[in-house]
């Protein structure tokens, strides 16, 4: 752990806690295509800055992970959803993430989107990530910790946010290349731009593996 970790999580107090709401799709609800649970993958736990939180995800996201025969699921952190409000900023929302991963089973995949992205991003300094996706992050602090474990980590961008600050910012934090998909950033929770960013975050999962 970095001295700027350990004097973050020295200094930032517990969080105060709360009962989360936690939304999960596992291959076996899908009834109308017979897709099993892969043991081999890793599962992929979402979270977003969306005040929707978990409900989010569950129009397209969840299920067309579960369809690639992953655990998906998705956090409501602190204010949103059926999640109570609670005191905390990025660090407590990240805590919520954390705490919803250990829950899953198996090494999760972090994946953000929004604000949900930098709470993802904090959640990688403490949790081992099987993965760390990020999906048009917001906010994102100055100073990310360096993820535990070094997983690979894959950030995605509309084409309209190539170029800005915080894109270029966070491919610089972990020294990599942005990929980028067809649509509005606020847009890719349902139709073919949603659809095509998750083929795209899911491929680049499977070749993880190889």
Known sequence: MSLTAWVRRARTPEPVP??????VFEPADLFDIEIKDNPETNPVLCCTGDPAGAAAFNALWLKRIA???????????????????AEGGPEARAH???????????????????????????AAGRYPAAGLVL????????????????????????????QSKEA???ADEYGITP?????????????????GLLDTVLS???????
């Open 168 to 170: 270029q910012a966070v």
């Open 204 to 210: 680049w999962l499977d070749a993880q593996k190889g």
């Open 179 to 195: 990929l980028t998909f067809a649509g509005a950033p606020n847009d890719i929770f349902k139709g073919p731009a949603a659809e």
């Open 67 to 85: 369809s690639s025969g992953r655990y998906a699921a998705a956090v409501s952190v602190r204010g949103q959803g059926g999640t109570p409000t």
């Open 96 to 122: 919520d993430v954390v705490q919803a991963a250990v829950t899953v089973p198996r090494q999760t995949v972090l994946m953000g989107h929004g604000e949900g992205a930098a709470w993802a991003a904090l």
């Open 18 to 23: 709360v009962r989360r709401e936690i939304a």
């Open 135 to 162: 999906v048009s992050p917001q906010r994102v602090p100055k100073q990310l910790p360096k993820p535990v474990g070094e997983p690979p980590v894959l950030l995605v961008v509309s084409e309209s946010e190539t």
